[in-house]
């Protein structure tokens, strides 16, 4: 199954508190930080909610 190495790119501040929170679940912090998560429709419709403040990637695994 493939992930996706999604990395925040602009910052949460003055953004609606529901995208602030999204930006928390999905595990970034900082500006520049980088996570990986398995793709999921779920994580689909987080990125959707912050695709101006993130960049994604699919990374395919090698498993």
Do not use: C, F, P, W
């Not at 398995?38 to 419709?45: A, C, K, L, Q």
């Amino acid at each position: 199954m493939a992930t996706l190495r999604i990395k925040q790119t602009k910052s949460g501040i003055g953004n609606q508190r529901y995208q602030r929170e999204t930006l928390r679940s999905l595990g970034l912090r900082k500006i520049g930080q980088t996570v990986e998560r398995e793709d999921s429709s779920m994580v689909r419709g987080m990125i959707r909610t912050v695709a101006h403040l993130v960049s994604v990637e699919e990374v395919e695994s090698n498993a």
